[in-house]
């Protein structure tokens, strides 16, 4: 069970290709010469989609260990 946990876990913190760009968004950076500002932005939507996983999961240990040292 936890070593499932612990695989599905590592699967969501580790992603190594991402295009987490709106059609939008995608369209107006692809039209510049320079990807630096795509990658940036790339970037800044994995970093803020990653934030409220990491909380939860948080959360989720914390409980999981609380309940699991009582009796």
Do not use: H
């Not at 612990?6 to 580790?14: A, H």
């Not at 190594?16 to 010469?33: D, G, I, N, P, Y």
């Not at 939507?45 to 959360?59: F, T």
Request: charged content about 15%; glycine content about 6%; proline content about 3%.
């Amino acid at each position: 069970m936890m070593k499932r946990f612990v695989l599905t876990l590592v699967f969501l913190i580790v992603s190594f290709a991402m295009q987490a760009q709106c059609a939008m968004c995608r369209a107006v950076l692809e039209s510049e010469t320079d990807n630096s500002m795509a990658e940036g932005v790339n970037n800044g939507i994995v970093y803020l989609a990653a934030i409220p996983y990491l909380l939860m999961g948080g959360l989720i240990w914390f409980i999981y260990r609380s309940r699991r040292k009582s009796p």
